[in-house]
């Protein structure tokens, strides 16, 4: 089976940096996801990881260890509107398909003044 | 640019009554397409999804059907709808591995 592990809730206070931890263990492992959803809206890319390593994307950088199956999101210079869930998603393959995406429950981060 | 639409953004619905969620995307061809549920403090749960016209493939059993009529059209439907069907549905798109993206999702209450 397919399980994701990802923090139900973290607390961080504005201007810090938080690390938002993934473990996975699946099968068809191709690559992994971080989006963003804050409440009652859709979720929205942030990055995308295939290769191990760190990949930065302004404030936020992912990281991927594929042989530890984990990853992590790192969010810097931490602003109120970061406030919001960070879903942890892997993608599968299935007998030739891509991109089957399998979510993670998500981590609830609530960003203090 | 490529576009996804989904709708309508939010549903009330009597238990026992039909269903029929649609989705389209824009601005790209041959896309797969996937319908997934996020219920209350849960997770988002994949539905279904499709590789191409008239190809659904199911992940869990359940009361909701999908279908894909059009090449960038998908469907969610339900003959009878449950209490537990309740939840907050979402569209999503990708065509390279590296990327996909989600409609604004539609929020069903079955009352």
């Known amino acids: 089976g397919q399980n994701i592990d990802q923090p139900t809730e973290m607390t961080a206070t504005e201007g810090a940096i938080v690390q938002i931890n993934c473990t996975y263990q699946t099968s068809g492992f191709n690559g992994l996801f971080w989006y963003q959803q804050h409440a009652g809206e859709a979720p929205t890319f942030l990055s995308y990881?295939?290769?191990?390593g760190l990949e930065e994307k302004g404030r936020f950088s992912s990281f991927l260890s594929r042989s530890k199956g984990y990853s992590y999101l790192l969010l810097k210079e931490l602003q109120m509107k970061d406030s919001a869930s960070y879903l942890c998603a892997v993608t599968i393959r299935y007998g030739g398909s891509q991109g089957n995406l399998i979510f993670g429950k998500g981590t609830k981060l609530s960003v203090k003044p | 640019s490529q576009t996804i639409h989904q709708w309508p953004a939010t549903l009330v619905q009597p238990v026992g009554s039909p269903l029929s969620l649609e989705c389209t995307v824009e601005g790209t061809s041959n896309p797969n397409l996937y319908w997934y549920r996020q219920a209350a403090g849960r997770g988002l749960q994949l539905l279904f999804y499709s590789v191409g016209i008239g190809q659904i493939s199911s992940e869990v059993p359940q009361n909701l059907s999908a279908s894909r009529p059009q090449d960038r059209q998908f469907i969610l439907s339900s003959k009878k709808l449950l209490l537990s069907d309740s939840g907050f549905y979402l569209c999503?798109?990708?065509?390279?591995?590296?990327?996909?993206?989600f409609g604004q999702g539609t929020r069903l209450t079955v009352v």
């Open positions: 990881n295939v290769l191990d």
């Open positions: 999503a798109w990708s065509v390279r591995i590296t990327e996909a993206f």
